[in-house]
């Protein structure tokens, strides 16, 4: 069974882009959830989709934002990039949302300059 | 919200020998404990996880204790080997995956 995969892997935009990144799940997983990855505030969710519906969000500005499709496909999209929004972006698929396992795909390394 | 810490965060262990990694988590409402180990240029992998109302489970080499009282549960490693070498994270799951910081495990040969 394919993993998570994520596109682009590797990106590099200028501040005050905007960025959209993919996720395809596991097949028959239908939740992904998002996470940030920072050397120094390491791994901090951003939300979490299921059923193309966001069902947990994280502490996060509205500069980040996501979507999930009928196929349980996910994107996420960042507006008005800074340069602490250069990071390691990961997103997991689930079977369903709650206490399931998760798997994590290779991540978007994001550079902002 | 759920706050989780995580000691060691380095850990140099000789081939062989045992390395055990211990979290605590602040929300009493979380109620399950993934393990995952990172590798350079990869996204985390999960490598054994526990629910709240087990307090130990056993793969192969790894093991996983839980204490829900003291909030506290641990990674164990046994028999070590230079593959076992990468950054290991503990989670707690309330509504979310709560990281720790991680632990930097080498193995040395």
């Known amino acids: 069974k394919a993993g998570v995969t994520q596109t682009p892997r590797y990106l590099i935009k200028t501040r005050g882009q905007q960025v959209t990144l993919s996720c395809s799940p596991i097949?028959?997983?239908?939740?992904v959830s998002w996470y940030q990855q920072t050397p120094g505030q390491g791994l901090q969710f951003l939300f979490e989709?299921?059923?193309?519906?966001?069902?947990n969000k994280g502490n996060f500005p509205g500069r980040f934002s996501g979507r999930q499709f009928s196929n349980s496909r996910s994107e996420m999209n960042v507006s008005t990039l800074e340069l602490g929004d250069s990071a390691l972006y990961l997103c997991?698929?689930?079977?369903?949302?709650?206490?399931?396992?998760?798997?994590f795909g290779p991540g978007t390394r994001l550079t902002v300059t | 919200g759920e706050n989780v810490e995580q000691h060691p965060s380095t850990l140099s262990v000789q081939e062989g020998d045992s390395a055990v990694i211990k979290c605590t988590y602040s929300d009493s409402a979380s109620n399950y404990f993934p393990w995952y180990k990172q590798e350079l240029g990869k996204g985390p992998q999960l490598i054994i996880d526990?629910?709240?109302?087990?307090g130990e489970k056993k793969d192969q080499r790894i093991a996983v204790t839980l204490n829900k009282t003291a909030k506290h549960f641990s990674l164990h490693i046994t028999e070590t080997q230079p593959e076992d070498s990468a950054v290991y994270f503990c989670?707690?799951?309330?509504?979310?995956?709560?990281f720790g910081a991680g632990t930097t495990v080498t193995v040395r040969a």
């Open positions: 989709y299921f059923s193309e519906t966001q069902r």
């Open positions: 989670a707690a799951h309330d509504y979310k995956l709560s």
């Open positions: 097949s028959g997983h239908r939740s």
């Open positions: 526990i629910r709240s109302n087990v």
């Open positions: 997991a698929s689930s079977l369903s949302s709650g206490t399931y396992e998760q798997y």
